[in-house]
């Protein structure tokens, strides 16, 4: 035996009370969706975990009348201390039921259970417990005195960090004290769902938020109804877009989230140990669903050797399978449609001349799957360096100076994030100061913090998610608000 | 700024054969300050990592095994007797009385003036070169200070290995080291390395104390690790015991982060060497235990998890893995009572 196989350590599913299937959640109660139902499957295994209904445009309209009533009767004549009660105990009531929305979340999703324990689940505490916090403190937000809110949000969120998303969205929509429809992604609906339970619990007033399931048609009913003052979006740029157009002219506020191939830039001065670790938590993590995801690596040119050889022995270590299973570093890809794309754009890879090399693990028979694989010779000019893979797949480009560097980082028409690995902080900030991405991180790559604003440049969106700026998104100053309308929550 | 003279250091070869023929002060410096530097934060993030390893069932049994076979026990007091060397050496042997399928421990590691009381006591149990028996590692060079002359720690060295000792544990003198005399210190090591030297021709394994909690920065542990690697010695470890912190797990992560780089260095699958390492002090569970073997098999290899590249200098840790043995041979647990004082 070797030790290294260690013996399965699986994260207990017994936590989980699940039903067999799942209505909207529309005015406090789980009601039934008039559109066509759909399964959920785990994508380790393609078992059916529940069956989840969908949103037909009457109950599209049934939840936005539903917050709109809510927000008109109730949530906007709370004061700022009283909607920080809820979010407070929203986010208590995450952390109490924690390892149940992590096993929901891995289950759904197919992450491993150490990074929706570890890093998803209480992020979402974070969240809530940080813009609970802000609640009463709006006129401190940068908006003037008497900021309002914006009224009914229409949220649709995707499938790669289902709740952690979901946090993202509702916490500072709560805080500036508008009203939430959300519509999760329909691969993954099932934290959402519990996350239904937890806001009965937490007695938050009926309405307040209401969670729709559904697919994309679902969510274009939702930003596109008439009674919605804010549509926020994290999702691809192609629907991004669209929802810019439509929006377009109604007066709706708009927050875009979207793309990314954000460069990794190692200087041979590096941290080497580090930058590797670095690099692999920036494009493995999450099995590189993450819009953020370093998934180019850009290599100062006479340590590009010594990089490669290291990644590839520290790649070959990664553990891939079962997601509850306690030591699994690799998930499963979350959807049949997702592994097909990263095929694709990895077999054009290969087409165009880059050296593909894939970690020597073994795949399991049933599920969706894909090895982490890097690419080497890879030129600026190649479809894997420009195209967002959102799979565990790697670009590894060359640079010689550091004006290359950022010429080559910029060299993109999205701009989300982008990684610095060097030991000289002179050097990290000047580089830092001319990269066009929203999110840089200097020797770490992908560390999240509600105080800390996210966002991008060019097409990866617009608007800031987190932190002060993240609140600005949900609100409007009150000069403006009182030329135009007096509805709106009172600090 | 002038230029100084060049001060050649002792010829060792590993220093020789990386740094080139003309090793002086100054060549060993270039190379020990040109090392890529060490980010405190993501060491500590990745040694965290590799502590939410779940370890369960047969991976446990097995880990527990592991450890006790690399043990090596240690005690290390003033108020140390040939009684006291006696009974710790039985506890070597036996570590658990009730279970004669317990593995040994590696060695039983003391002052050099017990040496001759634990051979003793070891009998024909004592290694003396072959695979099968407990080694005696004696600690030398004016531990755990460091602090005397050169001659001094030289006949320190050779009246443990004359005595009977198989292995040295000697500390670098931490003081040269923060001054920036990196060639003393190497130099040291080097005469050290000669003392080990037995009439026959053979070496006692020179295990090099770097004494972590004293150099302070993961940097100046880098720099060290790599002094003592070039200089000769066959493991480093990191502390005395005597010394808060001692052992920690990111410290333990970036010395074998060293030696793979020497592995790769010297040739990798292919022949290269592979130098030991010994955490010690402040590993007092299995828990705790468990991650450090984690450690070794996920950076270095599990061919690192042998009695001849890796030790936990420990006393108190054995009676805890014991009592976890018991616990899954029986399914519950018992108590300290279980289990012998020493």
Partial sequence: ?491 | MTIDRAVALAPAQRATDLIGGDLTEKSLRLHLEGLPGVDAVGLEARAAALGTRSIKTTSKAWALDKIIELIDLTTLEGADTPGKISSLVAKAMTPDASDPSTPRVAAVCVYGDMVPYAVAALGSSHSAGRDDGINVAAVATAFPSGRASLPVKIADTKDAVAAGADEIDMVIDRGAFLSGSYGLVFDQIVAVKEACRREDGTYAHLKVILETGELNTYDNVRRASWLAILAGGDFIKTSTGKVSPAATLPVTLLMLQVVADWYRLTGGASGGQRIGVKPAGGIRTSKDAIKYLVTVAETVGEEWLQPHLFRFGASSLLNDVLLQRQKLTTGHYSGPDYVTMD
């Avoid at chain 1, 609906?189 to 309405?207: C, M, T, V």
């Avoid at chain 1, 998934?295 to 990664?318: F, G, I, P």
């Avoid at chain 1, 030591?327 to 592994?339: E, F, H, P, R, V």
Wanted: charge should be neutral; aromatic fraction near 8%; charged fraction near 20%.
């Fill in chain 1, 1 to 491: 035996m070797s030790f290294l196989d260690y013996a399965p350590a699986p994260e207990s599913t017994s936590i989980l009370h699940l039903k067999k299937s799942y209505g909207l959640f529309i005015d406090g109660s789980f009601v039934k969706g008039h559109g066509k139902s759909f399964s959920t499957i785990s994508p380790a295994t393609e078992e059916t975990i529940a069956e989840i209904s969908s949103a037909n445009a009457k109950d599209v309209d049934a939840a936005v009348g539903a917050a709109r009533r809510a927000y008109d009767r109730t949530w906007s004549k709370l004061s700022g201390a009283d909607r920080g009660k809820y979010l407070f105990r929203i986010a208590r009531l995450v952390q109490e039921r924690a390892r149940e929305l992590a096993v929901a979340e891995s289950l759904d999703n197919g992450k491993p259970i150490k990074e929706s324990r570890d890093v998803d689940v209480p992020l979402v505490a974070a969240w809530f417990f940080y813009y609970a916090g802000w609640a009463d403190k709006l006129d401190y937000a940068g908006l003037g005195a008497n900021p309002r809110a914006l009224g009914v949000a229409a949220q649709v969120i995707p499938w790669n960090f289902p709740l952690l998303m979901l946090a993202w969205k509702i916490a500072p929509a709560l805080a500036a004290g508008n009203t939430v429809v959300i519509k999760p992604a329909e691969t993954t609906p099932l934290s959402a769902l519990l996350f239904a339970e937890i806001l009965q619990q937490a007695e938050l007033p009926d309405g307040v938020v209401n969670i729709i399931t559904g697919a994309g048609e679902t969510g274009s009913l939702l930003v596109n109804h008439p009674d919605v003052n804010k549509v926020a979006f994290t999702g691809s740029t192609a629907v991004g877009r669209a929802i810019a157009k439509s929006t377009a002219g109604t007066g709706k506020k708009l927050t875009l989230e979207l793309g990314g191939k954000a460069a990794n830039i190692v200087f041979d001065d590096a941290p080497i140990d580090q930058a590797i670790e670095g690099i692999v938590n920036g494009i493995f993590f999450n099995q590189g669903h993450v819009c953020c995801a370093g998934s180019r690596l850009l290599v100062q040119e006479n340590v590009h050797d010594e990089v490669v050889d290291r990644l590839k022995d520290r790649l070959s270590t990664l553990r891939l399978g079962d997601p509850l299973d306690k030591n699994t570093d690799i998930g499963a890809i979350n959807s049949k449609a997702q592994l097909e794309r990263i095929r694709e754009l990895s077999n054009i890879g290969e087409a165009e001349g880059a050296e593909r090399w894939t970690a020597p693990c073994e795949l399991p028979a049933k599920g969706f799957w894909f090895a982490p694989t890097i690419f080497t010779n890879v030129s600026t000019s190649n479809r894997i360096a420009r195209d967002e893979v959102f799979g565990p797949v790697l670009s590894v480009l060359t640079f010689r100076t550091p004006a290359e560097a950022i010429a080559k980082a910029n060299n993109t028409p999205y701009g989300l994030s982008a990684g610095i690995w060097s030991d000289k902080g002179s050097r990290v900030l000047a580089v830092a100061d001319k990269l066009r991405a929203g999110v840089i991180w200097a020797n770490t790559f992908n560390q999240f913090d509600p105080a800390s604003p996210f966002g991008g440049y060019k097409e990866s969106g617009y608007g800031r998610e987190g932190g002060r700026h993240g609140l600005a998104a949900y609100l409007t100053s009150s000069a403006v608000a009182s030329a135009a309308t007096t509805r709106g929550a009172s600090k």
